[in-house]
T-cell receptor
């Protein structure tokens, strides 16, 4: 069974602070994909990043970066120099071999000016 | 890039009404589409997998007679909430899978359903 855990329910920061969102997953698949999505108040899901299970290289894309640690089954996501527009609910998701997505409970990020 | 269109974006109707939601892949063929439901302040839960030309497969606990899914073409899947009641009020969102396994699923913008 697939399981994604986002232990942080809410995070509140002041603009320009960094925000790190935690994600821990469980799967029996040897091949899988991990995702981070952003859901602003309007409701749509915005794709942010994807990582496959074979690639543990951590990267930076603009103000976003991620830390994939297969040994601890973690896929953490960091927003650097946060902005008010980053305020949203962030979901970590795991895609199994049948392409179904299992979502974490979500972390609500509030960035205050 | 790949785009998924979902319609309508918002529905408000009386209890007992049946509501149809459309999910279209605009510039690619989607043999498989997925329907998710999200209650307020909760996560997204997969309801069913829609396969073109065959019956949908439903997740445990989802009533197939309540949530009718039709995937008649490679670009369109529909979800019909039959005889909707207030407890069916939720945010419904679809996604479509491309032919390429390394691509993320593309989501529609969702439908906010409110049953009075």
């Amino acid at each position: 069974a697939q399981k994604v855990t986002q232990a942080q329910t809410e995070i509140s920061v002041v603009e320009k602070e960094d925000v790190t969102l935690d994600c821990v997953y469980e799967t029996r698949d040897t091949t899988y994909y991990l995702f981070w999505y952003k859901q602003p108040p309007s409701g749509e899901l915005v794709f942010l990043i994807r990582r496959n299970s074979f690639d543990e290289q951590n990267e930076i894309s603009g103000r976003y970066s991620w830390n994939f640690q297969k040994s601890t089954s973690s896929f953490n996501f960091t927003i650097t120099a946060s902005q008010v527009v980053d305020s949203a609910v962030y979901f970590c998701a795991l895609r199994s071999n049948d392409y179904k997505l299992s979502f974490g409970a979500g972390t609500t990020v509030t960035v205050r000016a | 890039g790949a785009v998924v269109s979902q319609h309508p974006s918002r529905v408000i109707c009386k209890s007992g009404t049946s509501v149809k939601i459309e999910c279209r892949s605009l510039d690619f063929q989607a043999t498989t589409m997925f329907w998710y439901r999200q209650f307020p302040k909760q996560s997204l839960m997969l309801m069913a997998t829609s396969n073109e030309g065959s019956k949908a497969t439903y997740e445990q606990g989802v009533e197939k007679d309540k949530f009718l899914i039709n995937h008649a073409s490679l670009t369109l899947s529909t979800l019909t909430v039959t005889s909707a009641h207030p407890e069916d009020s939720s945010f419904y969102i679809c996604s479509a899978k491309t032919l390429y396994s390394n691509q993320p699923q593309h989501f529609g913008d969702g439908t906010r359903l409110s049953i009075l």
